[in-house]
């Protein structure tokens, strides 16, 4: 499970999404949260799946590699998906009735509408931006887009740097966890048995070693940055100047049309109801 955790990692490449300018990614993940938080309907919902793996197939990233990064969140979703068919109250009659538990349909499919939501949200941020963008770019283009905060006071270059280095070494700490865990393993330790309460004990082995080691690397990495005369950005050049290509307009082209499509199908006569259209597709009604 643990080498499973594909957040923060950076796979290299030369698809047209990792050629994009990080500040284009960076707008463009905006811009695909907001369109996918209104996207209301089945329809909609169906389309944003539909671009979603449209840009994991662009991104030329292996859909095993990209599917395997939800394996770690999947008790988050099912437990998502439980809290909603639990807790949202129908009109109608419910589907189940049981002493204290009661199922309506409109809980059901808030539950896959919410369960689809956050996949389609984990998947295309991670293409669009972190499986697709160095830590270096990544940096010089939240730094570029916040610089108008600096005129309040607003240490731009610090935040994106520490937000960087945070993303960066989530690999890093992945790698020693696991590390930590064969360790223990080979010394008799169960990560595997026991209720809850035993597994959350048996962590405490891999926590503190965990604790020790990131302190000790976030102080080798200031002492590297002070031996190399490391001042923030006061005074700073860069190597590469970011500059918009032709491929940057496209994509924002693209976003545009999509968000527009979105917004025109939210307000045309005849809005399709998510509940029944669901509702008949998982009960085999259509």
Known sequence: MISDITLGQFFPGFSPIHKLDPR??????T?????????????????????????IGVSRISFAVVLRGIKPIFFIIIFTAFFNIFMTKGQGEPLVHFKIITIYKEGIIRAVFMGLRVIILILGTSILLTYTTSPISLTDGL???FKP???IGIPVHLFSMMMTIALR???????ETEKIMNAQKSRGADFSQGG?????????????????SSFKRAEELATAMEARCYRGDKNRTKLVKLTYKPLDFLWFAMAVLLFGGIIALRILPGHISPDSLIYDILFYKV
């Open 24 to 29: 284009t990614k960076i707008i463009l993940t």
């Open 31 to 55: 811009l695909f949260i907001i369109e996918v938080f209104l996207a209301d309907t089945p329809l909609l919902l169906a389309l944003m799946l539909l671009t979603t793996v449209i840009m």
């Open 143 to 145: 730094e570029i887009l």
């Open 149 to 151: 905060l600096k005129k």
């Open 169 to 175: 070494f989530i690999p890093t700490l992945i790698e």
């Open 196 to 212: 809850l309460i035993k597994r959350v004990k048996a962590l405490i082995p891999i926590l503190v070693p965990l604790l020790v």
